[in-house]
């Protein structure tokens, strides 16, 4: 393992959402385990700063863009400094804590690193293609949490990766880990950020604003952070100031069992059996029509594995929109997305980041049903597996 956030995803890593309802103007109270819905005693829409004459509140009552009078953008010194932080902490954790041998001596090392440029590197799958993405929602997340937007972001994830790739580590910078961590960084910064502000609530106190607080922190460890620092955790405000909108959660759970190959037969029931738990996230209403910004529409996968495998991530995969517009008003969706797929299991170990255009279409049944479904075609700049895995000729 190459990095020190591998470890801390696996204890981090934990989605939870928000459901909404889209016929009142409702707020989310997390209470314990559960999640419960109060309707607010009016529909009145509060006054806010929010710059007009631009639509405020999407159709469902909520706000459309985090309010910028309590989201001030800060100095962009602020996001560096988290970053050049951030690293600085992992960097004394796995050479004084863990001694890994490949951390970086020093300036002996960064000029050979200067010198010699990137390579493309061998290490583990996972360390390549999850721990480094979650590394690079760290850095996306020190500038998001601080009042700049999706592409705005982008570039602190650019400068956390360029520092550790070139003064953390006494190996050569990585071609993989330099595209992957700010690209693929974006796309998780940026679900973790949507999913902890349908949490959040600054008009909360007591238990309410606590367990609030908690969940958000647990899937977006470096907003709370910033929320600590900067009193935000303790503010109390008398409206609504963050954007939120309509989340579906579907659970699923079951057994995962593989079949062991015997000469040229597969054996039915004799590999290896796993516990798994799928959790699906459609977060965003794709057929209402507004103005697009990054990831007001996304798809979240991820299936959560026990059991022989040891794998307690089986996969992460999902698809959030960069632009688009309603083609059909109430039926069909069309824009340019950003994926992201992760697969590490007992049978394959396969990833890559892509994107492309794609279409969402709602195709009405009868009164009260409909089928949906989407369609994508897309451009993959990086991918990678693990050539231990995979069918065997």
């Known amino acids: 393992m190459k990095t020190i956030f591998l470890i801390l995803s696996l204890l981090l890593f934990k989605v939870a959402v928000i459901a909404q309802e889209d016929t009142t103007i409702v707020q989310p109270v997390v209470d314990s385990l559960t999640v419960k819905y109060d309707t607010l005693p009016n529909t009145t829409l509060p006054q806010d700063t929010l710059p007009s004459p631009k639509p405020l509140y999407n159709k469902y009552g909520d706000l459309l863009n985090d309010d910028p009078a309590y989201n001030k953008k800060s100095s962009w010194i602020v996001p560096t400094l988290r970053v050049l932080s951030a690293n600085i902490f992992n960097y004394a954790i796995d050479k004084y804590l863990f001694k890994f041998d490949w951390v970086s001596s020093g300036p002996k090392d960064w000029k050979n690193n200067f010198k010699l440029g990137p390579e493309w590197d061998v290490d583990g799958f996972g360390t390549n293609f999850f721990a480094h993405p979650y590394a690079g929602s760290i850095y996306f997340n020190a500038a998001r949490s601080n009042g700049y937007s999706y592409f705005g972001s982008i570039p602190f994830a650019i400068q956390g990766s360029l520092t550790w790739e070139y003064l953390a580590e006494n190996t050569r910078p990585s071609w993989n880990d330099l595209i992957n961590t700010p690209v693929s960084g974006a796309f998780l910064g940026e679900v973790f950020y949507r999913l902890s502000s349908n949490i959040l609530d600054d008009r909360a106190t007591g238990a309410n604003r606590f367990w609030r607080e908690l969940l958000a922190g647990i899937i977006n460890p470096t907003r709370a952070l910033n929320r600590l620092t900067q009193g935000r955790m303790g503010r109390v405000t008398s409206k609504e100031i963050y954007q939120k909108e309509p989340v579906n959660v579907t659970l699923s759970s079951g ?106 279409a709602k195709i009405p049944v009868t009164k009260k049903s409909n089928i949906y479904s989407t369609l994508h075609l897309g451009v993959v700049p990086l991918a990678g597996n693990n050539t231990q895995y995979g069918p065997v000729p």
């Open 255 to 360: 057994i995962h069992k593989v079949n062991d190959k015997l000469g040229n037969d597969n054996k039915f029931a004799t590999g290896q059996t796993n516990f798994i738990l799928n959790t699906q996230i459609d977060y965003g209403d794709p057929f209402e029509t507004r103005h697009r910004k990054p990831f007001d529409l996304f798809r979240l996968r991820v299936e959560f594995s026990y059991g022989e495998d040891r794998h307690l991530i089986d996969h992460i995969n999902g698809y959030g929109i960069l632009a688009g517009r309603n083609i059909k008003e109430n039926r069909l969706l069309g824009g340019i997305f950003q994926h992201f797929d992760y697969w590490h299991n007992n049978i394959f170990e396969v990833a890559s980041l892509g994107f492309g255009g794609g279409l969402i």
